[in-house]
């Protein structure tokens, strides 16, 4: 699995952080061999073609948030379905994503991946407002309160998140109360502030045709 994931950052030429702490260190991927999979490092590169360049960006947002293509073509498809009713068509898809509950566990600090968040709230280790969720596209709004289930508490992973969280930085949109292990949707994540890797309006273009 880690090597699966590490040949998607290589496949598009940049890393996206899919493996957390392996990432930051000299066992990337990209630190060891920076060029793509099965492709000596001299090899005559291509010009890509405008769909290849559509498809590149498309498919490194959707690997940014460990989704799979039928997810991630919904929110697209959704957004392009309100035409000329959407002001700021990537801004939206990219605040939709953003309010996943999988993606807000991994923006508070709780784990270092995407795809760790995704399997805390598949098991369960969640609790939204007053709920326990373990769906990890629910989506949350601003106001909605994030808390580890008191069942979980006494888990060894616990520990691990408490010293996670403490060298975090938490984004503008959200509140974190580190003693309760809570956190609070306060704002609404913008563009400019989540600065995705990549060129949102590719990814429209690559879902009109």
Known sequence: MINSR???????G???FLKGERCFS?????????????QRKKRRKRRPSEYAKELRE????RNWYNLRETQFKNYVKKILARRGKVKD?????????EFRLDNTVFRLGFTLSRVKARQLVSHGFFIVNKRSINIPSHQLKKGD???????KTGKEIVKEIRALIKKQKIPSWLELNIDK?????????TL??????????????????
Not at 58 to 61: C, P
Request: glycine share 4%; aromatic share 8%; hydrophobic share 40%.
């Open 6 to 12: 590490c040949k998607i950052c290589r496949r598009v």
């Open 14 to 16: 940049e890393k996206l």
């Open 26 to 38: 000299p066992k990337c991927a990209m630190i060891k061999r920076p060029y793509p999979p099965g």
């Open 58 to 61: 498309k498919q490194k947002l």
């Open 89 to 97: 068509a990537p801004s939206l898809l990219i605040q939709r994503l």
């Open 145 to 151: 309160i994030i808390f580890l289930k008191p069942q």
């Open 181 to 189: 292990l809570e956190g609070k949707i306060v704002g609404i994540p």
């Open 192 to 209: 400019e502030e989540v600065a995705p890797p990549v060129e949102m309006s590719a990814i429209f273009e690559f879902y009109s045709k």
